[in-house]
Structures are given as structure tokens and as C-alpha cells.
């Protein structure tokens, strides 16, 4: 089983701990449902989706609303800090966990601190992933190594790079400067020990890299209107989470969830006004074709 | 190097000393209230700037407020006025974090899309209408996202009204540069 963490754009969203379905585009959970339009319900939607082509159960979701204001984060942090160390799966806690994904949330270092110790205690430490608002609070917390894989963008790449900027609001210039020097900036990030244990770079071109320097990178095919399109790297993400349930690697999973990504994209035939929904529907298309590619990948990947 | 160059140098460097010693950072409950008092404070014409906290006051998702020490009290009237007050006050011993000021933008012929920090805004060229919002990881982009696309720059509520989070406020910051661009 493997778990998601995130927030929803709906104030009145209630703390819901469970199994996620994607039922006619609209995600549900505890019998509570969100729209597909970017963020964590994008992430899930495509972890759904790729667990339906592996033939694997659905991501376990711990979800609530917050629209900023960080109140929903705040009681999703302490419901973790609670419950992630327990034994029973059937009891909505993580201990059965082989992989986590924090992603969407506040960021704030004292409840991350908080959820990482809660981690530690768990039975079984899971394979660890975080993006987005807990990628920033790991990092601001000098934790990043804790981490098997991070998936930042190039402007979150150049954050990360930047070791006195607490946010990404904050890099400074002569840094984000470096943007398409994104070999830099990993080294730098590593130097720093601002990076997980595996860095999955999105853009124009993705890099898979480590402690060791670049491992991998994936160019096509190339649409250039991903970069606009919101939720279009959490579909990535999205998509690892759930190779990593297979088995697979989070070097490999990585490397071949940035090619179903962009063969996804690709399908979607994208325009800057493409929704994330319209790319979301070709990565079972997407993800058979790897896998059968060669008619090798499937069989070396879950041999 | 001319020697007016050198002169110019040294005096933009004592002044910035200067700067430091008589100043102050406002420190609120969240980047809500800080993007509330912005609002109040500049509309009052008073000369302040948003800022990155200290490290020793940082928990995450920070913005505080820069004011000339010498006015704290006027400037403390005017919030509390306007219902929004700060925690506390600290004086500026060190250099604050500056928040982003680089924009990008990436022309796509019917649409651009701005860049601001980590947060990109696209819009339509012709129709002005905002088509998405992409970037950022704090709770608070999924929410603008869901309010602003599909609406026009004029008629989608701005950032700064109904956002929360340093993201919120990079994607004020692009929504801005949108603006500015599209009015040319």
C-alpha cells in the first residue's frame, strides 16, 4: 500500500483518510469529492490511472481541505504525527506503508519535523517522496537527505540550490539566473545537502539525478505547452508513486514515469489552455506503450 | 572605473548602513494579514517595503512588513485603524531576504505565460482570459487556480484578495506583470 498527502482547494473539506477513487473525473474519498484540476487531486488521479494499467489497488489518501490559510494542514500534520507510527493498516495508520508522498501542504518546519519523527517510528521506514509545499519545509528544515526523491521544477530546483532562501520566493537572482544550468544547480543542491536522495528535475527536458550527479535525462517527445499547463507535474509524481508500489526502483521509476509524462502530454495534443484532466486520460495509453516497448521494459521492471 | 563611479559606490553603501540602523520589521499572524496591512499601508502612501523574515523568526511560508522605525507609532495607528495588527516589531540588525523580482515570460504566439518566482500565469492575447496557472506548492494555488481560470484578467479576483501563501503572493506578483504587459 502506498500513502498521498495533500490538501484540496475547499475550505469545508474534512479531514478524510482512505482508499482513493477517480469515479467520471472526480476524485473520491470517504465518500467526500473533489474536482481534477491540478495539485493533489491531479497527483492522485494520476497514481489512479497508473495502478489501474499495473492492475495494484488505489493510493491510500490522507487529504483535507485548506486554501491557504494552512488550518487544514495544520490538523492534517497532526493527525500524521498521531497516527503514522501505528500498526494496523485497517486503522487508517501508515505502519503498512511502502511508500508515502507528502505533497501539497502548508509548509512549516515544526510540523514537519514533527511528521518525520512520526515516520522514524514507523515498523517499516517507507520509500519517502515529497514535492511541493512539504519539499519546501523539508528543505528549510535541513532534512532533505531524509528523503528518497524529490521532484522539483527548474525555479524549485534553483530554490533548493540557494541555501539561505527559506522558499522559493526568496531565491535570490544571481541564482535563478542559473536556470538553464540545471547540472549546477543540482550539484549545488547535493553540495548543500538540500536534496533528497534522488532529484526527478521537470521541464523542458527532465533529469534524474543523485549525490553522484546526473543519472538520466528524458527530452522527448517535447511539448512545449506542459510548462503552462497547471497540475502537469503532479501528474508526474503522481505516476512514480505508484511504479514504486510495483517494485520498481526510484531510479527507474522515476526515468520511466517523466517518459509516460510527456507521452501522455503528447497525446493530450496540448495548447497552454489544456486542463490537466485531458492528460491525466492518456497515461494508460501512455504507460503500456513503455512498458511493452521493445517488449522488454514491463517483464525487467516486475521480474 | 571613473572616479565619480568609486564616489557613487560609496555613498549608496553608507546609505543602505544608514537604511539598516533605522528600520524595522512588522511581524503578523500569517502572509494574510501581511498582504492585508501592504494593502492598507500603501494605500496611506506610507513608504514600506515586503520582506523575508530573519532567520531566527522563519517557520516556513513568511512575509513581514519593512517600516522606517521613526514612524512605528503612525504606522501602528493606521493598522490597528483598519483592524489588521501586528505581533510584534523588530528592528532590522541584518539584511532581510528580498523577495523575487525577475519576471519571464515565454510567448506561445496566442497565449503568454508570465514567470514570476515559481509561480506562471498564461493568458489568452486576445480574449485576456486567464487560461492556467501552473507552479507553486502551497496550498493556496489550487484554490487561486479554481477562482481565476477561465476568467479575464478584469474579472478574475487578483491574487492578493483571496490568496494566503508566499506563492499566493508570487502569483500577485505575476498577475501584475500580466497586467502591466497586456495594457501596453
Known amino acids: ?228 499547463i497547471g497540475g502537469a507535474g503532479d501528474t508526474l509524481t503522481g505516476i512514480i508513486a505508484a511504479l514504486i508500489e510495483a517494485g520498481i526502483g526510484v531510479k527507474e521509476a522515476a526515468i520511466v514515469a517523466a517518459r509516460v509524462n510527456r507521452l501522455a502530454g503528447h497525446y493530450a495534443k496540448p495548447t497552454p489552455a489544456t486542463q490537466v484532466m485531458e492528460i491525466i486520460q492518456h497515461i494508460p495509453k501512455a504507460l503500456e506503450e513503455i512498458l511493452n516497448e521493445n517488449g522488454g521494459i514491463r517483464e525487467k521492471t516486475f521480474a | 572605473m571613473s572616479f565619480l563611479n568609486i564616489f557613487k559606490r560609496k555613498e549608496s553603501k553608507a546609505s543602505s548602513g544608514r537604511q539598516n540602523s533605522d528600520r524595522g520589521i512588522l511581524v503578523f499572524e500569517n502572509t494574510s494579514e501581511v498582504i492585508r496591512a501592504e494593502s492598507v499601508l500603501d494605500e496611506e502612501g506610507w513608504k514600506i517595503r515586503v520582506m523575508g523574515p530573519p532567520p531566527e523568526i522563519r517557520s516556513g511560508c513568511d512575509l513581514v512588513i519593512e517600516i522606517p522605525l521613526i514612524e512605528e507609532l503612525n504606522i501602528l495607528r493606521t493598522l490597528e485603524k483598519a483592524g489588521v495588527q501586528p505581533l510584534e516589531m523588530v528592528p532590522v540588525s541584518s539584511p532581510l531576504l528580498q523577495p523575487v523580482n525577475l519576471f519571464q515570460n515565454k510567448d506561445f504566439g496566442k497565449y503568454v505565460m508570465i514567470r514570476a518566482a515559481n509561480m506562471k500565469l498564461t493568458v489568452d492575447k486576445e480574449t485576456m482570459k486567464i487560461v492556467n496557472i501552473s507552479g507553486g506548492g502551497c496550498p493556496d494555488v489550487p484554490y487561486l487556480a479554481q477562482e481565476m481560470v477561465g476568467k479575464s484578467l478584469s474579472e478574475a479576483p487578483s491574487p492578493r484578495e483571496i490568496g494566503h501563501t508566499l506563492c499566493g503572493y508570487a502569483l500577485q506578483l505575476a498577475y501584475e506583470e500580466t497586467v502591466r504587459k497586456c495594457s501596453l
Open chain 1, 1 to 228: 500500500m502506498f500513502a498521498i498527502v495533500g490538501t484540496v482547494p475547499d475550505q469545508d473539506f474534512p479531514l478524510a483518510v482512505g482508499e482513493v477513487l477517480l469515479v467520471n473525473g472526480v476524485i473520491r474519498i470517504e465518500g467526500k469529492s473533489v474536482p481534477v484540476n491540478r495539485g493533489t487531486p491531479a497527483l492522485l488521479a494520476a497514481a489512479i490511472k497508473t495502478c489501474e494499467v499495473l492492475d495494484q489497488p488505489a493510493p491510500f489518501g490522507y487529504v483535507v481541505g485548506d486554501i491557504g490559510r494552512g488550518d487544514g494542514s495544520r490538523r492534517l500534520y497532526e493527525y500524521l504525527t498521531r497516527n503514522l507510527g501505528k500498526c494496523d493498516p485497517q486503522s487508517k495508520s501508515g505502519s503498512g506503508l511502502n511508500a508515502i508522498t507528502f505533497h501539497y501542504l502548508q509548509p512549516d518546519v515544526d510540523w514537519h519535523n514533527r511528521v518525520l519523527f512520526a515516520v522514524e517510528e514507523m515498523a517499516k521506514r517507507p520509500v519517502l517522496i515529497a514535492d511541493a509545499g512539504f519539499m519546501y519545509a523539508a528543505k528549510m528544515s535541513g532534512q532533505s537527505s531524509e528523503y528518497d526523491l524529490f521532484t522539483p521544477d527548474a525555479g524549485e530546483l534553483a530554490f533548493l540550490a540557494d541555501e539561505e532562501a527559506p522558499h522559493p520566493f526568496y531565491t535570490r537572482g544571481f541564482i535563478l539566473h542559473e536556470e538553464n544550468r540545471v547540472p549546477k544547480l543540482i550539484s549545488r543542491a547535493y553540495t548543500n545537502g538540500n536534496a533528497a536522495r534522488y532529484l526527478l528535475v521537470k521541464g523542458k527536458k527532465d533529469f534524474v539525478a543523485n549525490c553522484n550527479g546526473i543519472q538520466a535525462t528524458i527530452d522527448s517527445p517535447l511539448e512545449e505547452a506542459m510548462e503552462a
